[in-house]
């Protein structure tokens, strides 16, 4: 079982950045696929970007690719997503989700999730 909490959400302009964070719980989080997920409101749930467990691989949605970078530190069980140049069609909830499958773009694939948080880009 893994427990997920994000944290960094806010409002921004357009053009800042905003960095969040994703700690983890209840397992080896060294050995777990991990990725962020986003929902705008009336819009399906869609993949922003992955790192597999070895750190080693990063994927990153077009929409996002030059603007957003996620890590994650194995020793503080902490994932990340740095987002920058935020544009307002980057407003929505933003979800840390754990796989036991390897890194995926479907949500599908993720058994665990975390409760979101709230990004909003807007002048």
């Known amino acids: 079982q893994v427990q997920l909490v994000e944290s960094g959400g806010g409002l921004v302009q357009p053009g800042g950045s905003l960095r969040l964070a994703c700690v983890a719980s209840?397992?080896?989080?060294?050995?777990?696929?991990m990725a962020w997920f986003r929902q705008a409101p009336g819009k399906e749930r869609e993949f922003v970007a992955a790192?597999?467990?070895?750190?080693?691989?990063?994927y990153y949605a077009d929409s996002v690719k030059g603007r957003f970078s996620i890590s994650k530190d194995n020793a503080k069980n902490t994932l990340y997503l740095q987002m920058n140049s935020l544009k307002p069609e980057d407003t929505a909830v933003y979800y840390c989700?754990?796989?036991?499958?390897?890194?995926?773009?479907?949500?599908?694939?993720?058994?665990?999730w975390g409760q979101g948080t709230q990004v909003t880009v807007s002048s």
């Open positions: 209840g397992r080896t989080f060294s050995r777990t696929a």
């Open positions: 989700a754990a796989s036991d499958a390897g890194a995926s773009y479907r949500p599908s694939d993720y058994n665990y």
């Open positions: 790192i597999r467990y070895s750190g080693g691989s990063t």
